[in-house]
């Protein structure tokens, strides 16, 4: 079975600063994938960022990385130069392999930027 | 840009009527899923087509829920009889599974928000 753990319920972050938003992962499978979603308040899920098990390179769109650290099964996604606008919840989840099957969510992490 | 397009958006109904929510995925993709969302228990998968086959609904409660792909662009999730428990935000998304490495990104509807009173 797979678990995704989000320990930060919530977060307040000043404009501008990075922000780290925490996602430790268990799973007995040996190829898998971690992904990011993000879900404002008008509540669609939106698609941020994808961590294959077998890449090496840490993933990375725009602002968005994600620092995955395999040892240590954690998947913390990165916001740099945080905007107003990337106030929302932001979950973690995980799949076997590409997610052919489906996706693990965590709990999530309801991320605030202030002015 | 492709969405998923889900309805009814919202709907409220009385204990013990039936419901169904429907799903038209992206065309061209060839897995849908079912997702519930409520603050205690998160997102919760409970059901998922792949080339219209059912191949999982074991997240799905068998005695009144059901879900059904007639056709590759129709998905239904039809509740019958609704609880109040059944309250939540439920979502369809659907993703193209080419059997590689590479990432089957979902798309997510915008979900229907159901009340059951």
């Known amino acids: 079975a797979q678990k995704i753990t989000q320990t930060q319920p919530g977060m307040f972050v000043q404009e501008k600063e990075a922000v780290t938003l925490d996602c430790t992962y268990d799973t007995s499978d040996q190829s898998y994938g971690l992904f990011w979603y993000k879900q404002p308040s008008s509540g669609e899920m939106i698609f941020l960022i994808y961590q294959g098990s077998y890449d090496e390179q840490n993933a990375t769109e725009g602002r968005y990385s994600l620092n995955f650290q395999k040892a240590r099964k954690s998947a913390n996604l990165v916001i740099s130069a945080s905007q107003l606008g990337d106030s929302a919840m932001y979950f973690c989840?995980?799949?076997?392999?590409?997610?052919?099957?489906?996706?693990?969510f965590g709990k999530g992490t309801h991320l605030i930027i202030q002015p | 840009d492709a969405r998923v397009t889900q309805t009814p958006r919202h709907k409220v109904t009385e204990m013990g009527q039936e419901v169904t929510m429907r799903c038209q995925p992206i065309l061209g993709h060839n897995t849908v899923f079912w997702y519930r969302q409520t603050m205690m228990q998160g997102l919760e998968l409970l059901a998922y087509f792949r080339n219209r086959a059912p191949l999982d609904d074991s997240g799905m409660p068998k005695d009144r829920f059901s879900a059904e792909m007639p056709d590759a662009t129709l998905a239904t999730l039809k509740i019958q009889p609704s609880e109040p428990r059944d309250s939540a935000v439920y979502f369809c998304a659907s993703g193209l599974a080419t059997g590689g490495l590479g990432a089957n990104v979902l798309t997510f509807g915008a979900g229907s928000r159901l009340t059951v009173l």
């Open positions: 989840a995980m799949s076997s392999g590409g997610g052919a099957d489906g996706l693990t």
